[in-house]
């Protein structure tokens, strides 16, 4: 069975950096598009960034375009988010998922995942 834990959150001051990363156990991940979401307090999860299962394909929501980039690395069956010029906005509990179907598309729809890890927090100060 497939297990996704994620790592690498923390506080950081706005403008810096973070690098969360989703380690996968159980079986391999290669085959399915791999997302990232997060939830605020109060607020719904959203989507933040998506790479199909080749990294041909990436997907980013509009307010991380420019500063966060999504990657893959199959020998170690993982994903990561190179998180840059965090913002206060950026703070919440960031979630790595796998898609239902085989990744040839980056897909945005958190109804379109249905594996998650537990989530890592993000917190940015101003």
């Known amino acids: 069975q497939l297990q996704l834990v994620e790592s690498g959150g923390g506080l950081v001051q706005a403008g810096g950096s973070l690098r969360l990363s989703c380690a996968a156990s159980g079986r391999p991940l290669h085959v399915h598009t791999m997302g990232w979401f997060r939830q605020a307090p109060g607020k719904e999860r959203e989507f933040v960034a998506s790479?199909?299962?080749?990294?041909?394909?990436?997907s980013y929501a509009d307010s991380v375009k420019g500063r966060f980039t999504i990657s893959r690395d199959h020998a170690k069956n993982t994903v990561n988010l190179q998180m840059n010029n965090l913002k206060p906005e950026d703070a919440a509990v960031y979630y790595c998922?796998?898609?239902?179907?085989?990744?040839?598309?980056?897909?945005?729809?958190?109804?379109?995942?249905?594996?998650w890890g537990q989530g890592t927090q993000v917190t940015v100060s101003s």
């Open positions: 790479t199909t299962w080749n990294g041909a394909e990436t």
């Open positions: 998922a796998e898609s239902r179907l085989y990744g040839t598309t980056a897909y945005r729809a958190v109804e379109e995942y249905d594996s």
